[in-house]
């Protein structure tokens, strides 16, 4: 991209401190890295396309986090050690009011997790971005979601449902009369990503995943993968405070926590002999975890109230609607 | 992505064979490999977005092959051997009419190059892509841009100049009547990235870029990165019968040489000691290649015709209009 593009790149370079694996970043045809030889690398591509990830006019500082939060999101999922990130970049044209707030939010959060930019394209058209993040796992270990095993306890990091109470405000202005709706509606983008708790669980899970589509539907991604079923107690779903005065019953926001989808919190499983250490060890992370269910076998999948069934109907997460 | 877009997840699985370095590709949080100990990896990204990079009624087998072939060139000019590929594509809506060309192409051309697909996103939004590409070069060797020097030889390969009289006819219907006009439009869209050359070249040449944005914009970013500058004698420039044929003029045809953006040929820089040993290395991999003009002190740029100044005026490449 000529002209006014050049800005863009130079707006993106010497932002951060040079990481040692990393020989060459922005600037020459490629970037040149090296993974340390002990390891395997872990890599996630996420897209955010306005309209469908986030509304045009979405606070840029909320975009830039979100969009880097939900990559490294992946890398925890698989217990992996973040490194590197590339940064496409589209957009309609040249603002630097846009461009300032996007680029500092996203520098101050990947200079915390130590992620150096090495690669991008800006060009112009529709917003979008696609981030590439790359990070590192130690040889012949990783938090797949292949591993769960019948018996194993159901964790959670975290509170969950606040995701999607805040994108019913974004997307209805009626509803932001409503308690801690405008807290809500940041929440939806400003996510932590459980780095911490997924080198945590490297050793000790047998299964993880992270919540983006919702905690229904990225466990049965555990489950299908793993061949086995699992059993919820719904009473035992951790929600904010503040959801609940949103929601203003306690099974409503139960069933916010089971769907709402870009939580970017953990699900994970840990067989039984484990449980004690890994709570030990996730004591330390500071984050705190829920146990609410167990695995069952294939073919099973239960919501109940401290035992006794309940049967809601729940509706999928679905972004923006187009 | 719910629903139709899990097709396009299954429509990407499967379609290659597995590299022994990638131990998890699609269907879990991250991907997962490793790269041989003994290499550095060389890393680009480039988006490509319809209306900018291509017309929305393209032919889709051509974008894939644009697409995947611009973003090898930035492996092949820095003399790495590709090896990963993540695609983030993002489309109005599932139309198998043309995803099916798109992948047959991408994993066509991907196959050939031993490049494994091992991430990706699939998104709905206005038409556009975003591809990272990984390859392996030895360490303490890569072709960079800062390496040329005061009388180093000036090489380009292949032909120069049909890409853009190509856009010309994609742009104007009315020239679709001049000579070859639709195969300089195909040659627009599919170029042979120049992975083998680049590797030939690793360990003889000063300087190399690929031509994305014509060859004077490229050759500037070697000279201003290597603080020097350059004599170019146009009567050397190698451009295609066809494109002689719709310029009508040999002299047209030297300018659309100049300026001619998304050739994907390389542009490479050759200490004249290293001159013969070049051409030897370069005769074994059947591509052709041609010296242009020599290295010169900083400041000097000049364009002569076998020694006879020239003075054009070359307008930049500039894609499509916006």
Redesign the interface.
């Known amino acids: 991209?000529?002209g006014e593009f050049d800005f863009i790149q130079r707006y993106l370079s010497n932002r951060q401190v040079n990481r040692k694996d990393v020989?060459?970043s922005l600037?020459?045809?490629?970037?040149?890295?090296?993974?340390p030889?002990n390891v395997?690398?872990?890599?996630?591509?996420?897209?955010?396309?306005?309209?469908?990830?986030f509304l045009s006019n979405a606070n840029p500082a909320w975009v830039a986090h979100k969009a880097l939060a939900s990559n490294l999101s992946?890398?925890a999922?698989?217990g992996?050690t973040p490194a590197?990130v590339?940064?496409?970049l589209?957009l309609p044209e040249m603002d630097e009011a846009w461009l300032a707030p996007f680029c500092d939010t996203f520098f101050e959060l990947a200079n915390y997790y130590h992620v150096q930019l090495?690669?991008?394209?800006t060009?112009?058209?529709?917003l979008?971005m696609?981030l590439?993040v790359q990070?590192f796992?130690p040889?012949n270990t990783?938090l797949?979601?292949?591993g769960a095993k019948v018996g194993d306890w159901i964790f959670v990091t975290g509170e969950l449902g606040d995701s999607k109470a805040g994108l019913d405000v974004i997307l209805d202005n009626s509803l932001s009369t409503k308690p801690f709706a405008s807290e809500l509606e940041k929440r939806h983008y400003i996510a932590t990503p459980r780095i911490v708790v997924g080198q945590a669980l490297l050793p000790h899970a047998s299964a993880?995943?992270?919540i983006s589509?919702g905690l229904i539907?990225d466990l049965r991604h555990i489950l299908s993968?793993s061949g086995v079923g699992a059993s919820i107690d719904v009473s035992q779903l951790p929600f904010s405070p503040e959801l609940l005065a949103y929601c203003g019953d306690e099974n409503v926001a139960r069933q916010y926590a089971l769907t709402s989808g870009e939580e970017y919190e953990l699900c994970f499983t840990v067989p039984a002999a484990q449980r004690k250490t890994v709570e030990n060890a996730l004591a330390h992370t500071g984050t705190k975890v829920t146990c609410i269910g167990q695995i069952r076998p294939q073919g099973v999948f239960e919501l109940h109230d401290k035992g006794r069934a309940v049967d809601w109907q729940l509706t999928?997460y679905?972004?923006f609607k187009?």
């Open positions: 991209m000529p020989h060459l600037g020459d045809d490629c970037a040149i890295v090296k993974a030889d395997r690398i872990a890599l996630s591509t996420d897209t955010l396309v306005a309209g469908t990830h992946d890398l999922a698989m992996a590197w590339s940064l496409a589209t090495i690669g991008g394209d060009t112009r058209g529709p979008s696609t590439t990070g796992i040889e990783a797949l979601r292949s993880a995943v992270d589509d539907a993968r999928g679905d972004h187009a």
